[in-house]
Each structure stands twice: as C-alpha cells, then as structure tokens.
C-alpha cells in the first residue's frame, strides 16, 4: 500500500500569503494518477489538480500543483478567503487507492 | 458532463447490511470509466473503499474486501456497494465516483449511520 503524508497538519495563514502544502509518498507514484483536492465542511471534495501538475476545470490559476516520484506539493500562490479549507491528496495508479490525511488551512 | 447520485437509507442496525447505489446520468455505464465508492467518517479523512468495471472486474480494499460487494446494473446505469456485518465504525458519508481522463468527478455523499 501507498501511504501519503501530508504537511504541515495544519497551516495559519493570512490572506494574500503563500501557501506550500506537501504530499509524500512512500513509494513511487505516477504523476498521471497523483490528485488534489479542496474539502469544505459538509460539501463533497472539489477536485483541484490531477495528473500532479494539470488545472481542473474552473479552477483559478494562483493553484498550481507539482513534484514527481514520492514528493509533490499543491501551492497557493496568494491565499484568498475561499481557499481556508481541507486539503488532500491521492494517489490512484496502485491498489489500494489512498489518501493523505489532510492539511488544514486555516485564518491566521 | 456526468452526475452522479447516491441514494439509500440513511440508518443501518449494527450487524445488519448496508446498501447503497448510485444513479449515473450523462454518460453510460459502459464507458472506459471505473466507477468508485470512497467514505468518510465524521470529522476524519477520506477512505477508499472499491471500484468496478462495467464488465464486472472489482478492485476492493483489503480492509473491507470480506464484507463488502460492489456491483454494476447496466439497465439501470447504476452501480451499487453492498457492505455486511456493519457497526459503529462504518457510520460515514458515503460518496460515489468515477475516474475520468481529467481527473474523478465525485456525487455530493450521502450520510449512514450504524445505531439501533
């Protein structure tokens, strides 16, 4: 099984600021089947990045995504009020898919 | 551009069977896609659960493959996840989804409680 572990657990941030989450491994991961995603409470997560690196659809460009093998990072350029969420990331290219555990963005 | 619904009862008795489907609408059952179940208990993180193949291939979870069945009804374009012996531990939301080349697109969850 893959495990993924994200970093920090939670991140204090004030809008405007930059945000570096960070999503390990702990085997090599196909960059086409390595996602992010957005939670907010009581809503479905919100799919920001796949393929590692790739946009979806409607999602603004201060979001990007990077990194290969075991290490990837999901950065937020300048936080916006609408980005203090719960963010994971997974993997999907070995069974069993798996999850990180989340980070936390939060108001600093 | 594909939906996905779940639907089922939303309060299993413990040791009883959970039961849940989801309706797919604009696209067929039949497409390349596999077609996923993944849960989340309350306050915690996302759990895989298991995926099919509209020809009837399943990819399960270790930690669940003992009690749980997924299956395709290609006449209704639904699928279903069937999981047994439940207890408190499997009180979530559970969400349906499918992977597509640009990435999975996920149905909005349905909460099930495990509580006499």
């Known amino acids: 099984e893959i495990v993924l572990t994200q970093s920090p657990g939670t991140l204090s941030l004030s809008p405007g600021e930059r945000a570096t989450l960070s999503c390990r491994a702990s085997?090599?991961?196909?960059?086409?089947?390595l996602a992010w995603y957005q939670q907010k409470p009581g809503q479905a997560p919100r799919l920001l990045i796949y393929g590692a690196s790739n946009r979806a659809t409607g999602i603004p460009d201060r979001l990007s995504g990077s990194g290969s093998e075991t290490d990837f990072t999901l950065t937020i350029s300048r936080v916006e009020p609408e980005d203090f969420a719960v963010y994971y990331c997974q993997q999907y290219g070995a069974s069993p898919i798996t999850f990180g555990q989340g980070t936390r963005l939060e108001i600093k | 551009q594909v939906q996905l619904q779940e639907s089922g009862p939303g309060l299993v008795k413990p040791s009883g069977t959970l039961s849940l489907t989801c309706a797919v609408s604009g696209d067929s059952i039949t497409s390349t896609n596999w077609w996923n179940w993944v849960r989340q208990p309350p306050g915690k993180g996302l759990e895989w659960i298991g995926q099919i193949y509209h020809s009837g291939s399943t990819d399960y979870n270790p930690s669940l493959e003992s009690r749980l069945t997924i299956s395709v009804d290609k006449s209704t374009n639904q699928f279903s996840l069937q999981l047994s012996s439940v207890t408190a531990a499997d009180t979530a939301v559970y969400y349906c989804?499918?992977?597509?080349?640009?990435?999975?697109?996920w149905g909005q969850g349905t909460l099930v409680t495990v509580s006499s």
């Open positions: 989804a499918t992977i597509t080349p640009l990435g999975w697109l």
């Open positions: 085997h090599r991961v196909s960059s086409t089947y």
